[in-house]
């Protein structure tokens, strides 16, 4: 990886957890604490961005213009928070994943979520079997 002009490293170290981080940067005016509260907040984005494509099944985009992206996102993201929302009012044991992946496939019906959720948390898979073959008559 190339940079063009001088780079600055700046050392990080966390006393609480021992860890120590060497930053690269090409701002030499900011602190070395303002560049680690930088570099800490971009990497919330990141993880927001994670958990954003595993908790919201964006695999891929339906439009190709920055609208319909950004209506797809907000839309799942409303999904998602409306869920969470139902389950912290209705004190549901199921996380949040198992609850998404319940609307999903029940979407057009027209059940309570209370409903759903409990007709799902019934059912019951059997155990899986260290016999890895289809027929266990074989």
């Not at 780079?7 to 940067?25: E, I, N, Q, Y």
């Not at 930088?38 to 990141?46: D, F, I, K, P, T």
């Not at 595993?54 to 999904?79: D, E, K, M, S």
């Not at 949040?96 to 007709?119: G, M, Y």
Request: glycine share 2%; aromatic share 12%.
């Amino acid at each position: 990886m190339q940079f063009a002009g001088p780079l600055r490293r700046v050392h990080v170290h966390d006393a609480a957890k021992g860890d120590s981080l060497f930053l690269f940067t090409n701002n030499f005016e900011l602190s070395a604490h303002t560049i680690s509260a930088l570099y800490r907040r971009r990497w919330q984005v990141e993880l927001f961005f994670k958990r954003i494509k595993q908790h919201l099944r964006l695999r891929a985009f339906f439009g190709r213009t920055p609208n319909a992206v950004q209506v797809q996102i907000w839309t799942a993201i409303c999904a998602y928070l409306l869920t969470a929302i139902a389950r912290k009012q209705m004190n549901l044991s199921q996380s949040l994943h198992q609850i998404l992946q319940i609307v999903s496939v029940s979407a057009f019906e027209q059940t309570s979520l209370q409903e759903l959720v409990t007709e799902y948390a019934q059912e019951t898979f059997p155990p899986a079997s260290a016999n890895q073959l289809l027929f266990n008559d074989i």
